[in-house]
C-alpha cells in the first residue's frame, strides 16, 4: 500500500499561515451552513468510516475509496462556497488515501480559494504536511484560535493516537465527544466510537504494561501462537509456569498443552484432546480464550478445586439453567466461561450472551490479561 494519511503523511509543506490571516481564515459555521452540509452528510459517514478503519486496523478499501471519489461532485458553477469547500477537500482527503499527495495539494488550494477556514480543509491542510509533529503544530495553531473545533479536536487526537500520546489523544476526543454531543453530531461520535475504545484501551496498557503492541493491530483477530506470545510479553500469569526461563513460542504451545491449560476444565488430562479445539484453530474464539485465561487464573490463585466448581454444582440440580443465555450447561467450557465472567475477566458484550464463537481482539485479550491478574 502506498504511504498516506496520518502516518506517513504527504511530501508536500505548505507555508504556515501568520495568526493574523489565520484568524481571517478560520470559519464558524452558521445555521444556514449546518442546513447545508446536512445535505452531504452521507458522503461525511463514508469517509469518517473510511478514516476510522484505516487508522484503526490500518486497513483501507481502495473500492470504497474510489467509489466515494466518484460520488463527490464539485461541478456545479453555482454552488455555495462553504459546501464546495467540503466537498473538495474530501475530495483532497481521499486522494491522499489513494497516495496521490500532487493531486491532493491542487485540490486543497481550490477548496481553501472557496472557504480556507472549514473545518475539513484545514483538515486536509494538517494531512498534507510532511510529519506528524508538523501535523500537530498545524492544528495546535489553529485550535488556539477556534478551541472548540470538534472536528479539529478529533483529528488531533488521531495524530497524537498514531504518536502514541495516549493520554492527549484520549483528552483531546473527549473534548470533541462533547463538542459533537452539544451539537447533537451523533454520526461522528457513532463513527469514531472504535477510535475512542482504542485511545482508551492503549492509555489504560500503557500505564499498566510495557506492550510494543503496535496500535493498528489492536482490533486484529489472534492465533494460538499470540495467546501465548502476548501472555507471557504483556503478564505474569505464566511466570510460574516458565521459572524464567527462555522458550520458543512452539515449544511453550506444547508444553502447555501437555500440562493440560489448552484443555476444556473438565478434560484436565486432555484424553478427549479437547486441546485441540485451540491448537488446530487458525483464531481464537472468546470461549476459547476463556478457556487459557481461566486454567491460568486457578493455577495462579493456588485454587486448582475451584477448576470446575460450576459444572459440579449445577450438576446437582435437575432443574437448573444456566446464567448465561448462549452456554449451555453441557458445554465442556462451562466453568471457563462462567469463571471469567464472575471473576471479571471477561464479561458479556450485552450483558445476556457470552458470544462464545466470536473471535477475540488482541486488545480484548491484552485487557483480559491485566484483569485476570489482579
Known amino acids: 500500500m502506498k504511504k498516506s494519511v496520518l502516518v506517513f503523511g504527504a511530501l508536500f509543506i505548505l507555508s504556515l499561515f501568520s495568526c493574523a490571516s489565520l484568524q481571517e481564515d478560520i470559519f464558524v459555521n ?72 500532487s493531486k491532493a495539494n491542487d485540490i486543497y488550494l481550490q477548496a481553501k480559494g472557496a472557504q480556507a477556514g472549514d473545518s475539513y480543509v484545514l483538515m486536509l491542510d494538517s494531512r498534507l504536511k510532511k510529519s506528524n509533529t508538523d501535523q500537530l503544530d498545524r492544528l495546535n495553531t489553529v485550535l488556539k484560535i477556534e478551541p472548540d473545533d470538534a472536528v479539529l479536536n478529533l483529528e488531533k487526537a488521531k495524530v497524537l493516537y498514531v504518536m502514541k500520546k495516549y493520554d492527549e489523544a484520549l483528552a483531546s476526543i473527549d473534548k470533541a465527544f462533547l463538542i459533537l454531543e452539544k451539537y447533537n453530531q451523533e454520526n461522528y461520535r457513532l463513527g ?3 477510535l475512542q475504545e482504542n485511545i482508551w484501551q492503549m492509555y489504560k496498557l500503557s500505564t499498566n504494561t510495557n506492550s510494543n503492541i503496535p496500535a493498528s493491530d489492536l482490533q486484529k483477530n489472534i492465533t494460538v501462537q499470540n495467546l501465548v506470545s502476548y501472555t507471557v510479553e504483556n503478564s505474569t500469569l505464566l511466570n510460574f509456569f516458565t521459572a524464567g526461563a527462555k522458550y520458543k513460542t512452539a515449544d511453550l504451545i506444547k508444553r502447555l498443552e501437555k500440562s493440560g491449560y489448552l484443555s476444556a476444565p473438565v478434560d484436565q488430562n486432555n484424553q478427549d484432546k479437547t486441546s485441540l479445539d485451540i491448537t488446530k484453530s487458525k483464531t481464537i474464539s472468546r470461549k476459547m480464550a476463556a478457556r487459557f485465561l481461566w486454567n491460568l487464573y486457578v493455577q495462579n490463585k493456588g485454587k486448582q478445586a475451584q477448576l470446575t466448581k460450576y459444572s459440579s ?20 467450557d462451562l466453568d471457563a466461561v462462567l469463571g471469567v465472567i464472575e471473576n471479571e475477566i471477561m464479561e458479556l458484550p450485552d450483558g445476556k450472551n457470552f458470544n462464545p464463537d466470536d473471535n477475540i481482539t488482541v486488545i480484548e485479550f491484552i485487557a483480559s490479561l491485566k484483569a485476570a491478574e489482579k
Open 192 to 194: 469514531y466510537a472504535p
Open 313 to 332: 454444582r449445577y450438576a446437582k440440580l435437575s432443574t437448573a439453567k444456566s446464567p448465561i443465555a448462549d452456554i449451555t450447561l453441557q458445554d465442556k
Open 30 to 101: 452558521s445555521g444556514a451552513n449546518s442546513l447545508v452540509f446536512s445535505s452531504i452528510e452521507d458522503l461525511e459517514d463514508a469517509f469518517i468510516n473510511i478514516d476510522c478503519t484505516y487508522i484503526t486496523q490500518h486497513k483501507l478499501n481502495t473500492t470504497e475509496v474510489s467509489t466515494l471519489l466518484t460520488q463527490i461532485d464539485t461541478s456545479d458553477t453555482h454552488m455555495e462556497p462553504a459546501l464546495k469547500a467540503r466537498l473538495l477537500a474530501l475530495q483532497g482527503l481521499l486522494y491522499l488515501y489513494q497516495g496521490r499527495p
